[in-house]
């Protein structure tokens, strides 16, 4: 497709289990990034893939949450024993270059932890 | 942590008028961005202005840009329902061009018709 994509777009799940949130982006975008909205918090930085460097992982709240990001292209986000105050949008966006750093993003993952 | 605060947190106005959204930022940038969000999901991106420019303009959109005030405004001309939205304004962490946004906490825009 010619935008960002994220599946599934709503997710319900009980805590402690695990979930995986998926982020398919623009094609040839050499960055991608994830991030959190939630009603307090507002929109938060949680990792960042670029190229094949190391990410930037200084936004994970916790060991719980983990990405990875396979061939430079798809990435999954994990959120292991999810809690209650895990719930929010995640939102994933990609952009071409880092320079200037205009991103594209995704329409989000609602996850709530019952 | 939240970089950017935007007043006012909400705004309500009649189509037909002009919707200025200001934000303040703490540390030095290489450009500041305004993103659109409609309920609560995706945001699109609306304009960039980078550190060495004043103004910018994108069809009825008007973005300015102090840096000795560490400011920026939005402003939307002859507002349209479809305007209802949610605004941010967005920097990469302190002087970096690339990496992570930091987001204000945003202006709710509503416009009737």
């Known amino acids: 497709g010619a935008g960002v994509s994220q599946s599934p777009s709503n997710k319900v799940t009980e805590k402690g289990k695990d979930v995986e949130l998926r982020c398919d982006p623009i094609s040839g975008h050499t960055a991608l990034y994830w991030y959190r909205q939630s009603l307090g918090q507002g929109l938060e930085f949680l990792i960042y893939?670029?190229?094949?460097?190391?990410?930037?992982k200084s936004g994970l709240p916790s060991d719980r949450f983990s990405a990875e990001r396979t061939g430079g292209s798809v990435s999954t986000l994990t959120i292991q024993r999810t809690q209650q105050e895990d719930s929010a949008v995640y939102l994933c966006?990609?952009?071409?270059?880092?320079?200037?750093?205009?991103?594209?993003f995704g329409p989000g993952t609602r996850l709530t932890v019952l | 942590s939240q970089q950017g605060e935007e007043d006012p947190q909400a705004l309500s106005i009649q189509e037909g008028e002009n919707a200025t959204m200001n934000c303040s930022y703490k540390?030095?940038?290489?450009?500041l961005q305004w993103y659109r969000q409609n309920s609560g999901r995706g945001l699109v991106h609306l304009i960039l202005i980078r550190s060495n420019e004043r103004e910018k303009h994108s069809g009825r959109l008007r973005v300015t840009l102090d840096t000795s005030k560490k400011s920026s405004s939005l402003l939307i001309t002859a507002s349209r329902a479809a305007d209802t939205a949610s605004y941010f304004c967005a920097t990469p962490q302190h002087d970096n061009q690339g990496g992570k946004l930091i987001f204000g906490q945003g202006t709710e825009l509503s416009v009737k018709p």
């Open positions: 893939f670029q190229g094949n460097s190391a990410p930037d």
């Open positions: 966006a990609s952009s071409l270059v880092v320079l200037y750093n205009e991103q594209f």
């Open positions: 540390t030095s940038i290489n450009n």
